[in-house]
Structures are given as structure tokens and as C-alpha cells.
């Protein structure tokens, strides 16, 4: 499905993005991914057709590396997934300015700006492209203690509607997945909290949480050719969690 496609994925050390860079090589792409942690490079030595880059998606040079890097390759990127992001449960009253910059900075800003540098590329090199954003259906739902989180994540579906209208004429697309309670890294603290836990799944109508690959395979043809009409849309992967 994504055979001699470049695809640029950030925050690839673990959960989904980890997946999803291993399905996309699956798929047959090359990979550029991006990730914090240099104790992560481990895990992608034995993985060929893919660049790991260490770096921040606060620091706008390090996708610019990348995006030099491709053209440097000749392997001209044509997907971009914005995956990186972080997770803040506070009680709204104790959110302090600082906590909620720093939330706000990496899951929403951080995108905007990479967006912009990605659709800069594109229409130099006067390429089409894909943008894939990883939302969350807490930016869709109202949940206790992640007022920071929920309004981080819902600033992009704005973004995502507004920057594929004004993209759309040079064939740049733009759509969010918004994952529910999936088994990433996060899972084995969070279920420590076993009445927590109980909720989630007495809340979710397939009563279990979702694996990283059950949402990677709709990123992969968000990024392919099969979905060139597909833009400005979001989609919830939550096991019904929204239709409950």
C-alpha cells in the first residue's frame, strides 16, 4: 500500500509510533522516524529502509534535519505522522501556567509548526503529500483531571479542518486518528489503578482495551493513494467508546 513511498514519523520509540514504523516498512515505505531517547536506537538496528533520528518536535531543526536529510537521499518524503506527544492528569484548579504551555507546546504547537515546515517542503518540491495527526478522543469527551490534555488535543481538529481547506489546491492532505484506551507504554501504570481501569472497560463496548497495531493499519492508508479524496477528516479508534 505505501511501496516507494517516503513517510517522516515522529516519536517512534514506542506505542504506536513504534508500530506504525514497522507497518509502514511492511507496507513498503522508507522510514525517517524521530525520537527522543538515544536508549531507544536499540530496538531499530535490525530493521532495514528506515533513518532514526534523535531529537525534539519543540526544536523545529529537527524535522528540518530530516526533511534535508530526504532531499540529501532523494527519497522525497510524501507522509508526515505527528505521533509524539505527551499525557498530563492534574486537577483543573491545580494546572499552573507552566503545565499547561508545556502540554499545549508539544501536543498542539509543535504540530502546527512541523505542519508548516512539511507543507513548505511539499510545495517547494511541488510534491503532493499526507499529514496524519494523532489526536486522542479526549479532545472529543469531556474526562475529570485532563482539562490541559483534552484542550491540547482538540485545538488540532480546528487546525486539521482549516489547514486542509487552504492545502487542498495543492493536493496536501490532512486528516486526525483519534485513538481511545490503547495498550502503549502507559498502560502497565494505568492499570495499577484497578478501579480506574474497571471504568475504562466497563465504559468501552468491546470490553478491552485497543493493541498500537489495531490503529496503525487506518494511518497506513490515510498515507497512501487510496484515500487521495480523504481530508479534513477525524476518526475515532475507541471500540465504541464515542457511540456509547
Known amino acids: 500500500m505505501l511501496k516507494r513511498k517516503n513517510i517522516?514519523?515522529?516519536?517512534?520509540?514506542?506505542?504506536?509510533?513504534?508500530?506504525?514504523?514497522?507497518?509502514?516498512?511492511?507496507?513498503?515505505?522508507?522510514?525517517?522516524?524521530?525520537?527522543?531517547?538515544?536508549?531507544?536506537?536499540?530496538?531499530?538496528?535490525?530493521?532495514?529502509?528506515?533513518?532514526?533520528?534523535?531529537?525534539?518536535?519543540?526544536?523545529?531543526?529537527?524535522?528540518?534535519?530530516?526533511?534535508?536529510?530526504?532531499?540529501?537521499?532523494?527519497?522525497?518524503?510524501?507522509?508526515?505522522?505527528?505521533?509524539?506527544?505527551?499525557?498530563?492528569?492534574?486537577?483543573?484548579?491545580?494546572?499552573?501556567?507552566i503545565d499547561l504551555l508545556s502540554v499545549l507546546n508539544t501536543n498542539f504547537v509543535s504540530v502546527f509548526m512541523n505542519m508548516q515546515l512539511f507543507s513548505k517542503y511539499l510545495m517547494k518540491k511541488k510534491l503532493s503529500g499526507s499529514i496524519v495527526n494523532i489526536g486522542s478522543i479526549v479532545g472529543n469527551n469531556g474526562f475529570k483531571e485532563l482539562s490541559g490534555y483534552a484542550s491540547s488535543k482538540s485545538a488540532l481538529t480546528g487546525l486539521n479542518k482549516s489547514f486542509a481547506v487552504e492545502m487542498a489546491r495543492y493536493n496536501i492532505r490532512s486528516n486526525i486518528i483519534s485513538p481511545g484506551f490503547i495498550e502503549t507504554s502507559y498502560a502497565k501504570k494505568f492499570k495499577k489503578n484497578k478501579r480506574l481501569y474497571n471504568w475504562t472497560i466497563s465504559r468501552i463496548p468491546q470490553k478491552r482495551w485497543g493493541k498500537s497495531s489495531e490503529v496503525c493499519g487506518l494511518i497506513c492508508f490515510l498515507l497512501s493513494e487510496k484515500s487521495s479524496y480523504i481530508t479534513g477528516s477525524e476518526y475515532n479508534i475507541d471500540g465504541g467508546w464515542l457511540a456509547n
Do not use: W
Request: net charge positive; hydrophobic share 30%; proline share 0%.
Open 8 to 97: 517522516l514519523i515522529t516519536g517512534v520509540g514506542k506505542g504506536i509510533g513504534y508500530e506504525l514504523l514497522k507497518q509502514c516498512l511492511d507496507n513498503g515505505s522508507y522510514v525517517y522516524g524521530l525520537t527522543r531517547s538515544k536508549s531507544d536506537l536499540k530496538k531499530f538496528k535490525k530493521l532495514k529502509n528506515c533513518k532514526i533520528f534523535i531529537g525534539d518536535v519543540l526544536n523545529k531543526n529537527s524535522i528540518t534535519k530530516i526533511l534535508n536529510q530526504s532531499i540529501k537521499d532523494k527519497r522525497f518524503i510524501s507522509g508526515f505522522v505527528n505521533n509524539a506527544g505527551i499525557r498530563q492528569r492534574k486537577k483543573f484548579n491545580n494546572i499552573s501556567k
